[in-house]
């Protein structure tokens, strides 16, 4: 069966993304549209960046249009995040959430959670430093909601 450091994504600059370089971190995995009236959470996710990197926090968003709320480019998204909203974590080139062509990542995020399909923008997923899921969260949850539930994943050696 396959674990989440069995993924690889490609980042905004084109440089291959694996996920296990990321091994013994904890990581916390969103899609993300820009145009989404939910983009402000873009902030709140670089806070906790910022606050927890340095313990262990990667934050890796995944553009999406899957529900027509992304710009035209993934260069004008990753422009209009880092302009907007200040974000300095990894961000990769647009993926699909849900359907035929659906990422191979969120296919397992969606089966490991039990949960199907992707409803909206912003589901985000806190994977532990062991690499297993810890919650799903749905895409209403601000980032500042999760952080006690984060900050015991990150202090959980």
């Known amino acids: 069966m396959a674990t989440i450091y069995d993924f ?8 291959p993304l694996n996920l296990k370089d990321y091994q013994g971190k904890v990581l916390l995995i ?24 340095e313990q262990g926090l990667v934050v890796l968003g995944l553009p999406s249009n899957q529900f027509h709320q992304e710009l035209e ?22 993926v699909a959430v849900n359907g035929d062509d659906e990422d191979p990542l ?3 995020l969606k089966e490991t959670s039990g949960h199907g399909k ?11 430093r062991d690499g297993k899921l ?6 209403i949850t601000k980032p500042e909601a999760i952080e006690v539930e984060l900050s015991k994943a990150i202090n959980q050696q």
């Open 8 to 15: 690889s994504e490609t980042e905004m600059s084109g440089k």
């Open 106 to 108: 969120f296919t397992y």
């Open 73 to 94: 480019s993934d260069e004008k998204t990753e422009e209009y995040c880092q302009l907007h909203y200040g974000v300095t974590f990894p961000m990769t080139k647009r």
């Open 118 to 128: 992707i409803k909206w923008n912003y589901t985000k997923f806190l994977i532990g």
């Open 30 to 53: 969103v899609n993300t549209a820009s145009k989404c009236g939910l983009a402000p959470q873009l902030e709140g996710l670089e806070d906790l960046y910022k606050k927890y990197q």
């Open 134 to 139: 810890i919650h799903r969260y749905a895409p």
